[in-house]
């Protein structure tokens, strides 16, 4: 019996994470995420893609479906076109969940309660089963969480999105990590300190191999949340590849620089490291005791000049050797080589050289099983996508999200030298990375 999980078109984080919750309770079930993600979600998606794996409409033969698990919505026109005809499909068993008002999806099961995230209903049901869960799948469940409900701060917030959050950050969620994909919050405060910042002229503009960064220097009172907001807004009206903020607080007698940065080698996180602090390549921020800001701004741009050359390489994060197969053997020997080694695909060579790639998707071309003494030529992709060892994860990530592939090899002078995978750039994003 085929039974799939979808949600609604367009996913949101609490659309996405609440298809990959329902997968975990309807074990046997297919997850089919739907066509169009938001941009913030596919860019997690592409990232975690090994982790949460799903399949796309188009891979599903509608016709075999006889259960469907909807999420976050109950609306026919919500869910891809593809899924329309089981609209009218005699004996399917239909399960939904979802925090909306009623549609036209008809469930045998409904699991409707005005909550402020869909998300919330699976964690209340998982506690209920005492389900594990790691704190990857956690910090997805609080992005979906999170996202719909202004980080429990909208109105439509119930004590049971509190109480997923409470279950959630118990389990490990990451908050550093949900920073980098939600759109966070910008207030009265928050603009206004950013009026004030624009009003002073009292950036300092330096350039750095061709980039501009910007430096503010400005003092605050009491506290101010999100001023990462407010220096990537600042970042963007200044319009300057790399800014930071060092904020002091005379009556607490502490500095606050936060950084935020598009640039490769203006690695944010790393330099906020050795300021004492933390972050990720794009964002992240210190805290120091005292306030003497010439000091403090004289460290900052000692390390800014000083990263370039520490910067992680994809050399550093690449796994070798690497398992290739080459050109001429058959597909069915490819196949045994994928089941045994466990992974989705591999490189092909011809003496050495990287040729294609090879995946478990490319299977799905073959249709007769005498394709299956073919050589793998004949089903490989033959533009490989691969990255050169002294680029950065960032540009490894970039590519990934482009191509939409997990895994790229690591090339040198045409001759494959190594692997890395979507999970190692994204150990690299997660700060795993030993020191
Ligand atoms: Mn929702």
Request: with cysteine; hydrophobic share 40%.
């Amino acid at each position: 019996m085929k039974k799939i999980i979808t949600t609604h078109k367009s996913a949101d984080f609490d659309a996405f994470s609440s298809a990959v919750a329902a997968s975990l309770i309807y074990e046997d079930s297919e997850l089919v995420f739907p066509n169009t993600m938001n941009p913030n979600v596919r860019a997690f998606y592409s990232i975690h893609k090994d982790i949460f794996d799903g399949i796309k409409p188009s891979e599903i033969d509608v016709n075999e479906v006889e259960k469907l698990i909807v999420v976050d919505t109950g609306s026919w026109r919500r869910i891809e076109p593809e899924f329309k005809k089981l609209s009218n499909k005699e004996n399917l068993k239909i399960h939904i969940w979802d925090h909306h008002q009623p549609g036209d999806i008809y469930g045998d099961f409904e699991k409707r309660e005005y909550v402020g995230a869909t998300v919330s209903l699976f964690m209340e049901e998982f506690k209920k089963r005492n389900l594990k869960i790691t704190p990857i799948q956690a910090t997805l469940f609080l992005l979906g969480l999170y996202e719909d409900t202004g980080n429990l701060t909208f109105s439509s917030t119930r004590a049971k999105d509190a109480a997923a959050a409470e279950y959630l950050l118990s389990n490990g969620a990451d908050l550093s990590v949900l920073s980098n994909f939600l759109r966070t919050v910008y207030g009265e405060k928050q603009k206004e300190v950013l009026f004030e910042m624009l009003q002073e002229e009292s950036t300092d503009l330096i350039e750095k191999s061709g980039h501009k960064i910007g430096i503010h220097i400005k003092d605050i009172e009491g506290h101010v949340g999100n001023l990462s907001v407010v220096i990537n807004m600042y970042r963007e009206i200044m319009n300057v590849d790399a800014a930071f903020g060092i904020f002091t607080d005379r009556e607490r007698d502490r500095t606050f620089i936060i950084g935020r940065s598009s640039l490769e080698d203006i690695n944010v996180g790393e330099i906020m490291r050795s300021l004492g602090g933390g972050g990720h390549p794009g964002a992240g921020s210190a805290m120091l005791r005292g306030i003497n800001v010439d000091e403090i701004k004289e460290r900052l741009l000692y390390f800014i000049d000083g990263n370039t050359s520490s910067s992680v390489k994809i050399s550093d994060l690449m796994s070798y050797p690497v398992t290739t197969v080459d050109q001429t053997v058959p597909m069915k020997e490819v196949r045994d080589i994928l089941v045994e080694k466990g992974c989705t695909g591999l490189p092909v060579v011809n003496d050495k050289k990287l040729v294609g790639v090879i995946s478990r998707r490319d299977f799905r071309k073959v249709k007769k099983s005498k394709q299956m003494d073919a050589p793998v030529k004949a089903f490989m992709s033959d533009k490989p996508i691969f990255i050169e060892p002294d680029k950065t994860p960032m540009e490894a990530a970039k590519i990934m999200v482009r191509f939409d592939i997990g895994r790229l090899p690591v090339v040198k002078n045409g001759e494959i030298i190594g692997i890395v995978s979507r999970s190692d750039t994204m150990r690299y994003f997660y700060d795993l990375l030993p020191d």
